[in-house]
Structures are given as structure tokens and as C-alpha cells.
């Protein structure tokens, strides 16, 4: 099983709608990092997270997302206003700091109709 | 363009062969480089990770090798078995930088008994 745990599995939202998706860093790691995977495509960086503080993001994130982390045991990733492009899956991960072996949790399916 | 590139989307190895993985990047200041394994409707799990200051590491049927060169780096896996069947997730990264990953698409792998 994964030490990295997300929920949830999977979330149906309709268009327009907000949408918010948690993650639990495996104990220990300070360095936590969200990638969302569209079908057939490759994993695209989304965020990274050291010691709670945002410091990389692309400028979809900026634009649309909303991404903290409260703690270090509880990270979230907000979509404001969902679009059928946001459908895709989302999958956090975590190290023991950058630059170091990440792991990643069970994903979240996100599902725009 | 893609950053990091696996050009054969998939592989067909018999049980008791070796098969080789491929990816090939772009960037010169990666050091780091990795690779996953990937069943369907499961995240992706590491398998075998280097660092740029070695060109071949080891660990049991897996071994990845190096070539800074000519920017490509390869996973073999020796004594291939049916449940070594799963897409393998090649990925690379900065760790001076964030940490981040950038993946490829994939290599679909089968081992046929």
C-alpha cells in the first residue's frame, strides 16, 4: 500500500463547479508535489511544496488552482471553477526533500461533466 | 517539445529474456533519473533511481545505465517475467532545482509466458 495517502479516489463535478482534493505526505518528508495525468498523456508537474511553502508552480496552478499546505501531514489542491479539460488524474507524491526519491499516493480521478 | 522522451510506446519480451527500456532527454542539467512502474488504475511506484556521478546501478533483476553523452539512460530487467508486465514510466529531473519530475509518455511492457 501506499504510505502517501489521497482522497478521494474519485470525484464527479459538473462544470463550473469548485473541486478539492487532499493528500497525506508519508511521514517524515518535507517535500510534497502534485502532478495531474490526462489520458495517454504523460504526468505534467503541477506544484511542489517544501516545508508547506509553495515554491514552483506552473501558471495554470496560478491562474485556476488553489494549492496549500496546512501542515505537514495534509496538503490540498482546489480547482475553483472546473472545466471538462481539468478532467484528468491527480496524483500527489512526497520526499524526503527535493531532489530526493518521491513517492507517490493512489491519485485522485477527477471526472468534469 | 517533450523534455524526456520514450520513443517505443510499447515492448514484447518471452518469459526468461531481458528487456530493455529506453528514454532519451533533453536537457543537459538533469542529474537525476528514475524509473517507475505503472499498472493500469494504479499510481505509479519507483523502482530504481541515479544520480548523474554514476553511469550503471544495480538492484536485483533491474539495472539502470547512464549515458550523459548521449543523453539516454536504460532500464534492463533480466529474467523477465509475466508479472514484470506493466508501462514503465522513465523520469528526470533537477535536484539543485525543485525536485520536480518531468516523465515520459510510457513503454507499454509484456511479457508473454
Known amino acids: 500500500d501506499a504510505a502517501v495517502t489521497q482522497k478521494p479516489r474519485y470525484l464527479i463535478k459538473m462544470k463550473g463547479q469548485e473541486a478539492e482534493m487532499k493528500c497525506i505526505p508519508e511521514k517524515g518528508h518535507t517535500a510534497v508535489f502534485w502532478y495531474q495525468q490526462k489520458q495517454s498523456k504523460e504526468l505534467k508537474f503541477l506544484i511542489y511544496f517544501q516545508n508547506q511553502q509553495p515554491l514552483d508552480q506552473i501558471d495554470m496552478v496560478k491562474e485556476r488552482f488553489s494549492a496549500v499546505c496546512p501542515s505537514s501531514s495534509l496538503c490540498s489542491l482546489g480547482i475553483r471553477t472546473c472545466e471538462a479539460e481539468d478532467s484528468a488524474l491527480y496524483l500527489c507524491?512526497?520526499?524526503?526533500?527535493?531532489?530526493?526519491?518521491?513517492?507517490f499516493g493512489p491519485g485522485t480521478r477527477l471526472t468534469v461533466l | 517539445g517533450q523534455q524526456v522522451k520514450q520513443s517505443s510506446p510499447s515492448l514484447t519480451v518471452q518469459e526468461g529474456g531481458i528487456s530493455i527500456l529506453n528514454c532519451d532527454y533533453e536537457?543537459?542539467?538533469?542529474?537525476?533519473f528514475a524509473w517507475y512502474k505503472k499498472y493500469p488504475d494504479n499510481s505509479p511506484t519507483l523502482l530504481i533511481s541515479?544520480?548523474?556521478?554514476?553511469d550503471k546501478r544495480e538492484d536485483g533483476r533491474l539495472t539502470v545505465f547512464l549515458n550523459k553523452s548521449g543523453k539516454h539512460f536504460s532500464l534492463h530487467i533480466t529474467a523477465s517475467q509475466p508479472e514484470d508486465t506493466a508501462v514503465y514510466l522513465c523520469a528526470a529531473g533537477i535536484t539543485g532545482n525543485t525536485g520536480k519530475l518531468i516523465f515520459g509518455l510510457g513503454t507499454t511492457l509484456q511479457v508473454q509466458p
Open positions: 536537457n543537459d542539467m538533469f542529474d537525476y
Open positions: 541515479v544520480r548523474s556521478n554514476v
Open positions: 507524491s512526497s520526499s524526503q526533500s527535493a531532489g530526493y526519491e518521491q513517492y
